[in-house]
């Protein structure tokens, strides 16, 4: 492994020596531990970061590289790279193309129409959002004209998300008063250009609103579970057949923000077509799939109190047509809340973000406090409490932060910036 890093960082800087000799390089090494505050107070995560950002710009086109290594005890090392493209520049208009993120939308903490890149919730939503979209090879092409600018993205082949293995404490696993397999086999996506996805964006500004036009062609990157009843031919016992499976939607949506009186209102919200649903069969079992359109949407209100920083944003999954044998309820109702200041001539950020699930009562509860101690040396805390309902006995996995009750933990990160 650590021959294939170095062949690595060679091989990005003899590509960049193509591009000259100014070559502007940062990144950043960071320690991060945490501890579950459980009666077992056993380690959530011990992680050691190195990320390096490899720049180059021209006159007509450009270079970005980002590789990076992540290390955890007793495991092998993780070397990837994040992003890696080119850029070509044009009177009015720019292309890149390589592996990128690509991020659309005003949401805070949330993908409604921010789905080019696709995510990796190996930990849940726990990651810096830089970490959990990854890098997607496509051609993005922006046209710009006046204020506007219309985008179009295409992704000739599909990644999806990155879930947790089966095994991790972020796993989500139903359980059934029978036993499982689970079947791969439809799980991959064939990889030709009928299979590609694509999505455009138009961009327009004024003095008084910012908004964007969104639509796309893709495919889902979480998978649906399909559920079927089998039965094993030698033991003559039944069991549930799980097969993983993405289908493709379509989505035209949009989103604003406004500043008034220094106030922002924002909104984005999308249509989808396609989605599939499980749904119950009349033994309680969802081995039964709906085909039906849903609208997810949220509203956001940005503002200051002295010098502190608020943020607050109700949103809503609603399914339309609904069917009570769908598994998912009809509408899916969360609120975020964000507050930060900064102290001590900013080099104290205090923060909290906070995620309320209202159909369950459940919640996301995220505090932490940053300080610089020194150029580019910097010391974190923080928490990651879940909370759920407590009538029910047991987590339910319709439960999107309460499912994790056991998971909370108080953790530390320790980086330094180059």
């Given at each position: 492994m650590r021959y294939r890093f170095i062949l690595i960082i060679v091989s990005l800087f003899s590509a960049l020596s193509l591009f000259g000799q100014n070559i502007e390089i940062d990144g950043y090494a960071r320690s991060y531990i945490g501890v579950l505050t459980n009666d077992t107070h056993d380690y959530s995560i011990l992680q050691n970061t190195f990320d390096l950002k490899f720049h180059k710009g021209l006159s007509k086109a450009g270079f970005f590289a980002n590789p990076y290594v992540y290390q955890y005890p007793n495991q092998n090392i993780n070397i990837d790279l994040r992003e890696a493209y080119v850029?070509?520049?044009?009177?009015?208009?720019d292309l890149r193309i390589g592996k990128q993120q690509i991020i659309w939308g005003k949401a805070d903490g949330v993908f409604i129409t921010d789905l080019v890149s696709p995510k990796d919730l190996s930990e849940f939503l726990l990651r810096d959002f830089e970490e959990i979209r990854t890098g997607i090879t496509s051609i993005k092409a922006d046209y710009y004209f006046g204020n506007n600018t219309v985008e179009c993205v295409w992704i000739p082949v599909f990644v999806p998300t990155k879930m947790p293995d089966e095994s991790s404490r972020w796993s989500r696993i139903p359980t059934f008063l029978i036993p499982t397999q689970t079947d791969y086999s439809m799980k991959d996506i064939p990889e030709n250009t009928d299979e590609s996805e694509i999505f455009f964006k138009y961009s327009g500004m004024t003095s008084a609103?910012?908004?964007?036009?969104?639509?796309?062609?893709?495919?889902?990157?979480?998978?649906?579970?399909?559920?079927?009843?089998?039965?094993?031919?030698?033991?003559?016992?039944?069991?549930?057949?799980?097969?993983?499976?993405?289908h493709r939607l379509n989505m035209i949506g949009g989103s604003f923000s406004t500043d008034i009186k220094g106030k922002v209102?924002?909104?984005?919200?999308?249509?989808?077509?396609?989605?599939?649903?499980?749904?119950?069969?009349?033994y309680d079992i969802p081995t039964l799939t709906l085909d039906k359109d849903y609208l997810y949407y949220l509203l956001g209100f940005d503002f200051n109190i002295g010098e502190t920083k608020m943020s607050t944003q109700f949103i809503q999954k609603a399914i339309l047509d609904y069917e009570s044998s769908i598994v998912a309820e009809e509408?899916?109702?969360?609120?975020?809340?964000?507050?930060?200041?900064?102290?001590?001539r900013e080099t104290l950020t205090?923060?909290?973000?906070?995620?309320?699930?209202?159909?369950?009562?459940?919640?996301?509860?995220?505090p932490s406090l940053s300080y610089d101690f020194s150029d580019g040396f910097e010391?974190?805390?923080?928490?990651?409490l879940f909370y759920r309902n407590e009538t029910s006995v047991e987590p339910?996995?319709?439960?999107?932060?309460?499912?994790?009750?056991?998971?909370?933990?108080?953790?530390?990160?320790?980086k330094f910036s180059f």
């Amino acid at each position: 492994m650590r021959y294939r890093f170095i062949l690595i960082i060679v091989s990005l800087f003899s590509a960049l020596s193509l591009f000259g000799q100014n070559i502007e390089i940062d990144g950043y090494a960071r320690s991060y531990i945490g501890v579950l505050t459980n009666d077992t107070h056993d380690y959530s995560i011990l992680q050691n970061t190195f990320d390096l950002k490899f720049h180059k710009g021209l006159s007509k086109a450009g270079f970005f590289a980002n590789p990076y290594v992540y290390q955890y005890p007793n495991q092998n090392i993780n070397i990837d790279l994040r992003e890696a493209y080119v850029d070509l520049y044009f009177d009015n208009m720019d292309l890149r193309i390589g592996k990128q993120q690509i991020i659309w939308g005003k949401a805070d903490g949330v993908f409604i129409t921010d789905l080019v890149s696709p995510k990796d919730l190996s930990e849940f939503l726990l990651r810096d959002f830089e970490e959990i979209r990854t890098g997607i090879t496509s051609i993005k092409a922006d046209y710009y004209f006046g204020n506007n600018t219309v985008e179009c993205v295409w992704i000739p082949v599909f990644v999806p998300t990155k879930m947790p293995d089966e095994s991790s404490r972020w796993s989500r696993i139903p359980t059934f008063l029978i036993p499982t397999q689970t079947d791969y086999s439809m799980k991959d996506i064939p990889e030709n250009t009928d299979e590609s996805e694509i999505f455009f964006k138009y961009s327009g500004m004024t003095s008084a609103l910012d908004y964007e036009v969104l639509a796309g062609s893709f495919y889902e990157d979480d998978p649906t579970i399909h559920i079927e009843k089998k039965v094993d031919p030698v033991a003559g016992t039944p069991f549930l057949q799980l097969t993983p499976q993405h289908h493709r939607l379509n989505m035209i949506g949009g989103s604003f923000s406004t500043d008034i009186k220094g106030k922002v209102f924002r909104g984005e919200g999308a249509y989808y077509t396609g989605k599939v649903f499980p749904a119950m069969d009349s033994y309680d079992i969802p081995t039964l799939t709906l085909d039906k359109d849903y609208l997810y949407y949220l509203l956001g209100f940005d503002f200051n109190i002295g010098e502190t920083k608020m943020s607050t944003q109700f949103i809503q999954k609603a399914i339309l047509d609904y069917e009570s044998s769908i598994v998912a309820e009809e509408f899916d109702n969360t609120i975020t809340f964000l507050m930060s200041r900064n102290c001590l001539r900013e080099t104290l950020t205090a923060q909290l973000f906070t995620y309320i699930g209202l159909n369950n009562s459940d919640a996301l509860i995220r505090p932490s406090l940053s300080y610089d101690f020194s150029d580019g040396f910097e010391i974190s805390l923080g928490a990651n409490l879940f909370y759920r309902n407590e009538t029910s006995v047991e987590p339910d996995i319709s439960e999107m932060f309460g499912y994790f009750d056991t998971n909370d933990m108080f953790y530390t990160k320790v980086k330094f910036s180059f």
